[in-house]
């Protein structure tokens, strides 16, 4: 049977059909859509982990304990996790151990545009990128027997047009095997320094046996086409590439790119005139083939940033522009990403905006505070930053400084690695505030549940963690919880608690507008009262507009009647109706 599946539906459906019994990761988009499809699937565990590096351990545990096992995850997600895959390089597996590690080029939701190839490189882990979702269930399937043949985990790299685009895949019956027994192994497992040295050995002679295993494996192909201009390419730059290009230039197709091979790169080369190595990001083939000592035409040719086209790709290679498309003569309006309406992210970055202070933030939709007119964020660099920055700008600038500052950090991600960061403001006498943004839900990649929800990805009751003890366990005492709707007293406590001399933790508490628990009813109305002040406007609703006249409009199809523009208006000109 034949079904139309998004590529990352298609590695959760080569995982099932390849026996995994456990699957653990943290959500990130391109790469949320693989576990929450493994729900589908009661035969196989699966977890949202506090973070990817917890997600990678469970796994490697359960590989460890005779399962095949997989966690997934996205490009930044594998730096969180890098620690442990590392090792495992060295350990080797039990049962089948696959990563699944989802790229971003031209970052579409992301703050950086790393390429992970460079992480099977320097973890000398193989890894396997598939083009298409027919691809990515055959690779999936596939990468578990060869993790359990060669003994190592492996990489299956993914990209976003890989992971959200769809195309017919070929289903398959899962295999049942046993669990393969569990032995206790100290050489193997117990990566002591004695242990270790004698692992690199065989990690150093794993790796000559997968360079022999790239040169004639399935995922490697010469399409020829009689052409004397051939391309080395891979992943969704082959789609890309075959698009373009079509039957005028031969193909050499890798769907290993690590280890790469050598001896099939030579001879391909010996085959054509002229030869472009075609690939997103980094110079990652291209640097191969030329050490190699083979000339090709790569980024000199092709841009190092973001995504590539047919249409760049045709050019480059063929000189040949791409079909015109017909354009709409009026100009599209810009619909740059916002704060949903009912956001209870927006009502915490008014106040921090009227108090003019400094916002130190972190990953999540709420770095839309950063967005005119909130303008709120200063600083993103990455999970759990937000907290850990901030103390290091306060023993820089001092504690006037400090007073002035604050952390806005999501709950999801307070969990994933801001606690630690607060460990360090109390152990390392600081006395920075930080706000933690409950809003029930992991937000941003679509509303997954975590440690402080109280249920697991089935939907399933569990420990919640309650913030407010965490905190207080940890050495903060001054915990305030406190709705940011409440406006007047929510910037009360903001402004008590920057003066004080000693850290100190706001739990900003109100759900996430789009969770079906929340009956927002009704919508909010501009009276004849409006003096046109706009302060209504500073809020950034979507809802709310400004006319040709300088009146302000709510249009009733996106305001869900959530009332913080009836808090804001100084003129009591706006009401809400049900």
């Given at each position: ?22 699957v ?32 990678a ?18 490009h ?33 939701s ?6 992970s ?8 882990t ?9 691809e ?20 299956l ?17 899962r ?8 032995e ?17 050995i ?42 373009a ?8 197709k ?28 980094d ?5 191969h ?5 083979i ?13 590539y ?33 009912g ?5 915490t ?27 709120s ?76 929800t ?19 366990a940890?050495?903060?005492e ?10 007047k ?90």
């Open positions: 049977m034949k079904k139309l599946l998004l590529g990352n539906a298609a590695v959760a459906q080569g995982a099932y059909e390849a026996g995994v019994r456990v653990a990761s943290y959500p990130g988009t391109p790469s949320t859509e693989i576990t929450e499809n493994i729900v589908k699937y009661d035969e196989i565990y699966a977890e949202w982990s506090p973070n990817e590096k917890v997600a351990e469970v796994a490697i545990g359960a590989s460890i304990g005779g399962a095949r096992a997989m966690s997934c995850m996205k930044v997600g594998l730096n969180v996790m890098a620690d442990p895959v590392f090792t495992v390089s060295y350990t080797g597996v039990n049962g089948g151990l696959l990563f699944c590690v989802a790229d971003d080029p031209g970052m579409h992301s703050q950086n545009e790393q390429d190839r460079h992480y099977a490189k320097a973890s000398k193989a890894m396997l990128e598939p083009s298409d979702s027919q990515c269930k055959d690779f999936t399937r596939r990468a578990f027997e060869l993790s359990e043949e060669f003994d190592t985990p492996f990489f790299r993914l990209s976003t047009r890989v992971s959200h685009s769809q195309s017919l895949v070929e289903l398959g019956e295999k049942n095997d046993e669990l393969k027994p569990y206790k192994n100290v050489a193997k497992y117990v990566m002591v320094p004695a242990n270790a040295v004698k692992r690199h065989a990690v150093e002679e794993r790796a000559k046996k997968l360079a022999d295993f790239a040169e004639n494996c399935e995922f490697n192909k010469v399409e020829d086409n009689g052409s004397k201009i051939g391309v080395i390419t891979a992943g969704i730059s082959y789609m890309y590439a075959k698009e290009l079509g039957d005028k230039v031969n193909y050499l890798l769907g290993m790119v690590y280890p790469l091979p050598e001896k099939l790169i030579l001879d391909f080369a010996k085959t054509v005139d002229k030869l472009y190595v075609i690939e997103e990001l110079p990652f083939i291209e640097e083939c030329k050490a190699l000592g000339e090709v035409i790569g980024k000199d040719a092709f841009t190092m940033l973001g995504e086209t047919p249409a760049m790709i045709k050019k480059a290679v063929l000189g040949e522009n791409a079909p015109s498309f017909a354009e709409i003569a009026e100009t599209i309006p810009q619909r740059p990403p916002v704060l949903c309406p956001c209870p992210h927006r009502a970055f008014f106040v921090l905006k009227k108090l003019g202070l400094v916002v130190s933030g972190d990953i999540g939709c709420y770095t839309l505070g950063a967005a005119a007119p909130l303008s964020v200063d600083t993103t660099i990455c999970m759990g930053a937000s907290v850990s920055a901030a103390l290091g700008m306060a023993k820089a600038r001092g504690a006037e400084f400090n007073k002035k500052l604050v952390s806005v950090i999501g709950d999801s991600t307070f969990i994933h690695s801001g606690i630690t960061g607060l460990i360090d403001i109390v152990y390392n006498k600081g006395a920075n505030t930080v706000i933690i943004l409950d809003n029930s839900i992991t937000g941003m990649t679509g509303h997954q549940d975590n440690p402080t109280g249920y697991t990805i089935r939907g399933e009751e569990t420990k919640q963690v309650d913030l407010l003890a965490l905190c207080k940890v050495g903060i001054n915990v305030v919880i406190a709705d940011p709707f409440d406006l007293n929510f910037e009360k406590v903001v402004r008590q608690e920057v003066e004080r001399d000693t850290p100190s933790v706001i739990i900003a508490q109100r759900p996430c507008a789009l969770l079906k628990r929340v009956k927002y009813t009704g919508h909010c109305k501009v009276t004849d009262k409006c003096k046109k002040c706009k302060m209504c406007m500073k809020l950034g609703c979507p809802a709310i507009s400004e006319g040709s006249d300088g009146s302000v409009k709510i249009d009733l199809t996106q305001c869900n009647g959530c009332g913080l523009c009836v808090n804001v208006c100084p003129f009591d000109a706006i009401v809400k109706e049900d």
